[in-house]
């Protein structure tokens, strides 16, 4: 859909016709975006030379960056995909520390205010509701929902950590349109259930009325057909290929040769 509510200054030309190209590369339907584009609000008022400000992949968002269906962040630690993630999800009303449209969990405050000096623009008729899973707040996000119970819920404390991100990840939550926002969510799964997640993000970004954004560190989840992928680094945020993103360089270069990383750690030497 071309048409979509402005809430800052018009997109870039040449944005619609990329994202046909998307589409036609992986076969998806025109998609109604809840987040088609992040950039800065019209007041807003950002100072670069401290935190968050002073990371390159915020003050490249906050000059405006496009999503697609299913954009995937990469990047090393402190590269700023959870800030950025937060920041949208802040930025839609959900809350920091997790949980769907309403929820009102919270516990300690950590998050940055970059949230305030954000606009998302969305698809008109796309949907407003949203769900936010950050793998670091997940223990307080299932006590919450023991307290403020919004139905039948599964029993997630009774289950080990990836089992509840696989049921929490299968449940109802995530079976209509809306905007899916997961920081970090392999850090509980295994080989085999991030394949599962892999083919679950897959189908959302074929919904059309469905959307997702991702950050990770896993190869598994950046592999999914179709994702648009953005690697964040000292250069800001820069859109990549598969097999030219670091992560996945690393990964090969290890899993072929263990000992060529491991020698320069540990004395591999010793029985």
């Known amino acids: 859909m ?104 919270h516990t300690r405050r950590t998050e940055s205010e970059l949230w305030d000096a954000l606009s998302l623009r969305r698809d008109i008729g796309a949907s407003r509701w949203g769900f936010f899973l950050r793998a670091e707040t997940m223990h307080g996000f299932y006590t919450y929902l023991e307290q403020h119970p919004g139905g039948p819920e599964p029993r997630f404390h009774e289950m080990s950590h990836g089992e509840s991100f696989l049921e929490l990840l299968a449940s109802r939550r995530f079976l209509g349109p809306g905007l899916y926002l997961l920081d970090e969510p392999e850090s509980a799964l295994s080989f085999t259930s991030s394949l599962a997640l892999a083919g679950q993000l897959h189908e959302v970004a074929r919904r059309g009325d469905a959307q997702a954004i991702v950050s990770t560190h896993s190869p598994i989840l950046a592999a999914v057909p179709g994702a648009r992928l953005l690697e964040l680094g000292p250069w800001g945020l820069r859109e990549a290929q598969y097999d030219d993103l670091q992560l996945v360089r690393d990964w090969r270069g290890f899993l072929d040769s263990p000992n060529r990383y491991l020698r320069h750690l540990i004395d591999t030497t010793v029985d």
């Open 2 to 105: 071309e048409a979509s509510l402005d809430f800052g200054k018009r997109r870039q030309s040449g944005s619609a016709d990329r994202r046909r190209v998307y589409h036609r590369r992986v076969n998806l339907p025109p998609a109604c975006l809840p987040v088609r584009r992040v950039q800065a609000a019209v007041d807003a008022d950002v100072d670069g030379s401290r935190w968050p400000g002073s990371i390159p992949a915020v003050g490249q968002l906050l000059q405006g960056v496009d999503f697609a269906p299913l954009t995937v962040l990469v990047g090393e630690n402190g590269s700023g995909k959870s800030t950025v993630i937060e920041a949208i999800a802040l930025a839609f009303g959900l809350s920091a520390e997790g949980g769907s449209t309403g929820a009102r969990h």
